[in-house]
C-alpha cells in the first residue's frame, strides 16, 4: 500500500510546492497551500473509508536499514481518525488565514507540520516516530517565533526546549529499550510491534518513565504544562489551532500506541499515580482557567483541562475508557480549534483579546456570538454536542475500571468537579464578552460580524461538533477496533 | 604502493604548490586549482582501495581508510575558498599530508611523525591565513599546546617502550609503566582534541583565525585528533583503561555548552560549540573501547565525524560569506539573505541534534553507543548539554529569523564561493539525516 506513504509525502511536497510557488507571489503560494490541503484532506478520507467497510489495518514494511531501522507505516482507526483530524484541520487553518498578508514559508510550515504529524501517527518504527515527532517542532518554532503576538520570540523558544527536553528523556528512553531488547533477544530492532513483550529486565521501569515524561510534556501533564499557555496564546490563531487540535494529542497518542501496548504491567501498577495526575490536571486547568483575563490564555488552559480528562479516560485501561479518551481528542480538536479561531478573528478585528476589552458583542455581531456560545457549550459537555459524549464515557471508562484503587470515588469526584469548573470559567467569560454591557474600555465597536467565508469554516466545525454529539457511533466505529486491538 | 596513493598525491600536491611558489608571481588561478583537485584526486585515490601493510612504518587497516575520507572530505571547503596564495596552499596540503599520514601510519614513532606533520602547517597556517587581529598571538599558543602536547606524547611513548620494547601499533601487555606512558599518550590526543581541562588554547585558537581554517581545524584537525586517541587508547591491552574517557567526554559536553551560552561574538560560540562536539565523539570513543572495540562503533564514530564535517564547515564558513562577526549583527539576517539564513538555520538545526537532520543521527549514535556501554550518568550529562547547546543554537536562529534588523549599515558579504559552500553543507547536513538509509549497505556489514 503505497498510500500511506502518499499521506505524509504530499503535504511535504505541498510545502515544498509553496516556496516554488512563492517566488511568483504570494497568491500563488496560497492558491497552492489550499490545493495541497484539500488534496491531503481528500486522501486521508479515502483512507478512513477503507475502515468504515471494515479493514481493520493496513501495513507498509520494508527490509530494515542499518542499526535495525526499518521504514514500517501502520493505520488502524485511531491512527487514521488523528491523521483526517489534521488533515481536517490544516484546511480549515489554511482557509481561515486566507486574508492575511503572508509570505509563501508560512502556508510551507503549516503543510510541513501536518507532514510530520501525519508520520507520527503512521509510524510504527520507533526510529522513525521519533523522527517524526521533532520534525513537528521545527514548523511548529517558526509559525509561533514569525507569525506570532508581542512576545512570541519568547514563547517559539520556550516551547522548543520543553518540548525537547521531555524528547531527549524519551529518545533515551527508547535507545535503552533498544539496547535492552538486543540483549535479551539478539535482534537490533525498532519495530514497535517486534518489541512487545520483549525481557527487558531491570531497564523496564526507567524506559516506561522516559516515555511518560517525553509524552506528559506533550500532553501537557502538569506540572510540565507551563510551556503551553505561552505557545498557544503567542501564536497566530491557526498555530493555536494546530497547536491544540493536534500537537497535544501526540503525547496522548504515544502513550496509547507505545507506552501502553510495551509495558502493560507498568501501565497497570501506575495507572492510579497517572490518574491521580490527570485529575490534577483537569481540576487545575479549569482553575487556572477561570483566572484568566485573556480569552485566548484562557481557551488554553481550559486544553489542559480537557486533556487531563482524556488521560483519566486512558489510564482507566478499560475499552470504554480508551475509546472515550480517543474520541474526546478528536473533540477537543474540533471544539477548541474553533474557540481559537473565534479568539483570533476577534482579535483581527479589534487587536485586542482581553474578557474586560469586550462588552455587549453581541447585538454588533450575532454570528460571532452564536458560534462562539455553540463552540463553548460543547466545550463544557452540554448534552447533545460532542464534549459530552467524550467525557461520559472517559468518567465512565473510570467508574468501571478494574485498575486497583481508580474505583475509589475520588477520580469521579475531581473528574465531576472538573466538568462544573469547566462551566464557571467558560460561561462567565462568554456572557461577559457578548452579553454584558459594555465598559468604558471596550472596543466592541470596531467589531464587525463574520463574513462568508469565516462563518462557513465555523459551521463546518459547528457541524461536525453536532453530528460527533448526537450520533458517535459511526465514530466509535472507526476507533474502536484499533483500541479493542490495543487492549488486547 | 597503492596503499599510498592518496599521501602520495597530497605530497605531489605539496611540492607542486612550492614549485609554484618559485616563480616570481604564482598566477592565482593555478595555485587555487591546485589546492582544490590535490584532496579531490585524494578521496578519488580511496575509492576500491583496500586495506593493507607496508611493515615496518605503513598499515592501513579498515579504520585508516574511512577516517581518511572524513578528513579529505573535511577538507574541501577550505580548499574550495582557498586564497590563491602559493605559501598558504603549501601549508594547508601539507596539513591534510600529515593526517593522511596519520591514517596510515603503522607504528608509533610513525604516529608521531604524522602528529607533528599535521601539526606545523596548522599553527602557520593560524598565523598567516585571513585579518584577524590576534591569529599571531593565536598561533602561538596554538604552537606552545601542539608543542607541549608532543612532548607529552613522547614522554609516554618512552615509558611505554621501556616496559614492552615494542613500537608497533597493536596492543601488547603493559606493567604499571606501560599504563602510565599510555595515559600521557592519551592525554596528548585528548590535548589536540580539546578535552576538558586541556582545552585552554582552543577557543582562542578557533576565533583568530580566519573562519574557514577554523572550520578545517574543527572538522579534518578534529577527525585526526579522534582517530589518534582511537589509536592511542587501542594500545592498552584491556578497554578497563578507557573507563575514564566517557566521563570526560560528557563533561566537556557540558563546559562547552555552558560557556557557549554566553558569547557574543559567533565565532567564539562556534569554538566553544566544537567543544560540545568534542566531547560527544571523546565519549563515543570511551564507549567504543568498553564495547570491546567493534567495528560499529568505528562506524558510529565515522559517520559522526562526517556529518560534522558538513555542519561545522557550514557554520564557520557562513561567517564569512555573510560578514557577520556577532550576535547583534545576526539580528534580522533572514530578511537580507533568506536562501543563505535558511542554510545556516538548517545547519544549526543539524548541530544542535535536531531530526531529520544528520546532526542528530550522529548523537544518536554517540548515545546509543554510550546507553549500550551501560553509561547511565555520561549519557544523562550529555543529553543535558545537548538541551542546553540548544538554547544558543535556536536562540541563533531566533536572532536570524525573528528580530528585526537593526539600524546601520549592514556586513559586507564575503565571497559567493563561500555562500556556495554554505548551500551544500546545508545540503549534506539535511541528507546525512537519511545515513541509516543510504548507507545501510556500507553498514549492514559492521554493525552487529
Not at chain 1, 500511506?4 to 497552492?32: E, I, N, S
Not at chain 2, 562526517?306 to 557577520?324: E, K
Request: hydrophobic share 60%; net charge neutral; aromatic share 10%.
Amino acid at each position: 500500500m503505497t498510500s500511506l506513504t502518499l499521506l505524509w509525502v504530499l503535504p511535504l511536497a505541498g510545502a515544498a510546492a509553496c516556496l516554488l510557488a512563492g517566488r511568483a507571489g504570494r497568491g500563488a503560494a496560497k492558491a497552492c497551500a489550499l490545493l495541497f490541503s484539500a488534496a491531503f484532506f481528500a486522501v486521508s478520507l479515502a483512507v478512513l473509508a477503507g475502515f468504515l467497510h471494515g479493514e481493520s489495518a493496513i501495513v507498509v514494511g520494508g527490509a530494515p536499514w542499518a542499526f535495525g531501522i526499518s521504514y514500517r507505516l501502520a493505520a488502524d482507526g485511531l491512527s487514521m481518525a488523528l491523521i483526517t483530524l489534521t488533515s481536517f484541520l490544516t484546511l480549515i487553518c489554511v482557509a481561515a488565514s486566507w486574508k492575511l498578508d503572508v509570505s509563501a514559508a508560512y502556508w510551507a510550515n503549516f503543510l510541513a507540520l501536518a507532514s510530520a504529524l501525519t508520520g507520527v501517527f503512521l509510524a510504527r518504527d520507533l526510529f522513525l516516530f521519533y523522527v517524526f515527532w521533532e520534525a513537528t517542532l521545527i514548523p511548529m518554532f517558526f509559525i509561533i517565533g514569525l507569525w506570532g503576538s508581542d512576545n512570541r520570540r519568547h514563547a517559539a523558544v520556550k516551547f522548543f526546549l520543553f518540548t525537547f527536553a521531555g524528547s531527549i528523556l524519551m529518545l533515551l528512553a527508547l535507545l535503552a529499550l533498544v539496547a535492552a531488547a538486543h540483549s535479551a533477544t539478539g535482534v537490533w530492532t525498532w519495530d514497535l510491534d517486534a518489541l512487545k513483550g520483549a525481557p527487558l529486565g531491570a531497564a523496564a521501569p526507567w524506559v516506561f518513565l522516559g516515555l511518560l515524561l517525553g509524552f506528559g510534556v506533550k500532553i501537557p501533564i502538569v506540572p510540565m504544562h507551563t510551556w503551553l499557555p505561552d505557545a498557544h496564546t503567542e501564536a497566530p490563531a491557526a498555530g493555536s489551532v494546530m497547536l491544540a487540535g493536534v500537537m497535544l494529542k501526540m503525547g496522548l497518542y504515544g502513550i496509547i500506541r507505545v507506552a501502553l501496548p510495551l509495558f502493560p504491567a507498568y501501565a497497570l501498577s501506575w495507572a492510579p499515580w497517572l490518574a491521580g495526575l490527570a485529575a490534577i490536571n483537569a481540576v487545575y486547568g479549569a482553575l487556572c482557567a477561570m483566572a484568566q483575563t485573556d480569552l485566548k490564555r484562557l481557551v488554553a488552559y481550559s486544553s489542559i483541562a480537557h486533556l487531563g480528562f482524556c488521560v483519566l479516560g486512558v489510564v482507566s485501561l478499560t475499552a470504554q475508557g480508551l475509546t472515550g479518551g480517543s474520541l474526546q481528542m478528536i473533540n477537543h480538536g474540533i471544539t477548541t480549534g474553533a474557540l481559537f479561531l473565534l479568539v483570533g478573528f476577534l482579535y483581527e478585528r479589534a487587536h485586542k483579546r482581553g474578557v474586560s476589552d469586550f462588552g455587549g458583542l453581541a447585538a454588533r455581531a450575532p454570528w460571532m456570538a452564536f458560534f462562539f456560545g455553540f463552540s463553548i457549550f460543547a466545550s463544557v459537555g452540554l448534552p447533545g454536542l460532542n464534549g459530552f459524549v467524550g467525557e461520559f464515557m472517559c468518567l465512565s471508562g473510570i467508574a468501571h475500571s478494574s485498575v486497583p484503587l481508580l474505583g475509589v470515588p475520588f477520580f469521579a469526584v475531581a473528574g465531576v468537579a472538573g466538568v462544573t469548573l469547566a462551566a464557571a470559567y467558560a460561561l462567565p467569560a462568554f456572557q461577559a464578552v457578548f452579553w454584558a454591557p459594555e465598559g468604558g474600555a471596550s472596543v466592541s465597536d470596531h467589531v464587525t460580524d463574520l463574513d462568508l467565508r469565516e462563518k462557513s469554516i465555523l459551521w463546518t466545525l459547528c457541524a461536525l461538533m453536532l453530528w460527533i454529539g448526537l450520533s458517535p457511533q459511526g465514530w466509535l466505529s472507526v476507533l474502536e477496533p484499533a483500541i479493542r486491538g490495543l487492549v488486547r | 604502493m597503492n596503499l599510498l596513493a592518496p599521501q602520495a598525491a597530497l605530497a605531489a600536491g605539496v611540492i607542486g604548490a612550492l614549485g609554484l611558489g618559485l616563480m616570481r608571481r604564482p598566477p592565482s588561478l593555478l595555485v587555487r586549482a591546485l589546492v582544490l583537485l590535490t584532496p579531490l584526486a585524494a578521496l578519488g585515490l580511496l575509492w576500491g582501495a583496500v586495506p593493507g601493510v607496508l611493515p615496518p612504518l605503513v598499515g592501513v587497516d579498515m579504520k585508516g581508510l574511512g577516517w581518511q575520507t572524513v578528513i579529505y572530505a573535511g577538507a574541501l571547503p577550505m580548499a574550495f575558498l582557498s586564497s590563491g596564495d602559493d605559501v598558504e596552499a603549501a601549508l594547508f596540503l601539507g596539513a591534510v599530508l600529515g593526517m593522511g599520514l596519520l591514517a596510515a601510519a603503522g607504528n608509533l614513532p610513525m604516529l608521531f611523525v604524522a602528529l607533528e606533520f599535521m601539526s606545523l602547517p596548522a599553527y602557520l597556517l593560524v598565523a598567516r591565513a585571513g585579518t584577524g587581529e590576534r591569529r599571531l598571538e593565536a598561533a602561538v599558543k596554538y604552537f606552545f599546546a601542539g608543542a607541549l602536547a608532543g612532548a607529552v606524547f613522547l614522554l609516554g611513548l618512552s615509558l611505554y617502550y621501556a616496559d614492552t620494547h615494542s613500537l608497533a601499533a597493536v596492543a601488547v601487555p603493559v606493567d604499571a609503566r606501560g599504563q602510565a606512558g599510555l595515559a600521557l599518550m592519551a592525554a596528548a590526543a585528548l590535548f589536540k582534541i580539546g578535552a576538558v581541562p586541556l582545552h585552554w588554547w582552543l577557543p582562542d585558537v578557533y576565533e583568530a583565525a580566519s573562519p574557514e581554517v577554523s572550520g578545517f581545524l574543527s572538522t579534518a584537525m578534529k577527525a585526526a585528533a579522534v582517530l589518534f586517541l582511537v589509536r592511542v587508547t587501542s594500545l592498552a591491552p584491556n578497554p578497563g583503561f578507557a573507563a575514564v574517557l566517557p566521563a570526560l567526554g560528557a563533561l566537556t559536553a557540558l563546559f562547552g555548552a555552558l560557556l557557549a551560552l554566553r558569547q557574543e561574538r559567533l565565532q567564539r560560540l562556534l569554538a566553544y560549540s566544537s567543544l560540545a562536539h568534542a566531547g560527544l565523539l571523546i565519549l563515543g570513543v570511551g564507549a567504543w573501547q568498553l564495547l570491546g572495540r567493534s567495528p560499529a562503533g568505528i562506524a558510529a564514530l565515522l559517520i559522526y565525524l562526517g556529518a560534522y564535517a558538513f555542519m561545522s564547515n557550514g557554520a564557520f564558513v557562513f561567517l564569512q560569506a555573510s560578514g557577520v562577526s556577532t550576535r547583534a549583527e545576526l539580528k534580522g539576517y533572514a530578511s537580507r539573505r533568506p536562501l543563505l539564513a535558511a542554510s545556516f538555520g538548517l545547519i544549526l538545526f543539524a548541530l544542535g541534534g535536531v531530526p531529520p537532520t544528520g546532526g542528530f543521527v550522529a548523537k544518536l549514535l554517540m548515545l546509543w553507543l554510550a546507553v549500550r556501554a551501560g553509561l547511565v550518568w555520561p549519557v544523562l550529562i550529555a543529553a543535558l548539554s545537548a538541551l542546553v547547546s540548544l538554547v544558543y543554537y535556536l536562540g541563533l536562529v531566533r536572532d536570524m529569523a525573528f528580530e528585526e534588523a537593526p539600524a546601520g549599515d549592514p556586513p559586507a558579504d564575503g565571497p559567493a564561493s563561500a555562500r556556495l559552500v554554505v548551500a551544500v553543507c546545508a545540503l549534506g547536513a539535511l541528507l546525512l539525516g537519511a545515513a541509516p538509509f543510504f548507507l545501510s549497505g556500507v553498514l549492514s556489514g559492521v554493525w552487529k
